[in-house]
Nanobody, 115 residues
């Protein structure tokens, strides 16, 4: 089982920025498909951004141009840089690691965008 731990959430004003970090265990992290998801109150969990082992990225339409996902295989880590944050970005953000078709999830980190 891959262990996944997120960090970096918090309270930020509209228009501000946050950087989320996710650390995953395992000696073959470089092969993991990594994703960031979010879940707002009363809504289903949705994919925000994903990055393949080869570095190909994919984003939800709602965050394109504002969020950037990246990975550092030497640190077993993936990051989500969030700029121009909006109140509708408020949610619990979860990191997902997928390897051999098995998903591992972190505990989530709260992001609140409010003035």
């Amino acid at each position: 089982q891959v262990q996944v731990v997120e960090s970096g959430g918090g309270l930020v004003q509209p228009g501000g920025s946050l950087r989320l970090s996710c650390a995953a265990s395992g000696s073959i992290f470089r092969t993991y498909f990594m994703g960031w998801y979010r879940q707002a109150p009363g809504k289903q969990r949705e994919l925000v951004a994903a990055i393949t082992a080869g570095g190909i990225t994919n984003y939800a339409d709602s965050v394109k141009g504002r969020f950037t996902i990246s990975r550092d295989n030497a640190k077993n880590s993936v990051y989500l840089q969030m700029n121009s944050l909006k109140p509708e970005d408020t949610a619990v953000y979860y990191c997902n690691a997928r390897v051999y078709s098995r998903d591992s999830w972190g505990q989530g980190t709260q992001v609140t965008v409010s003035s």
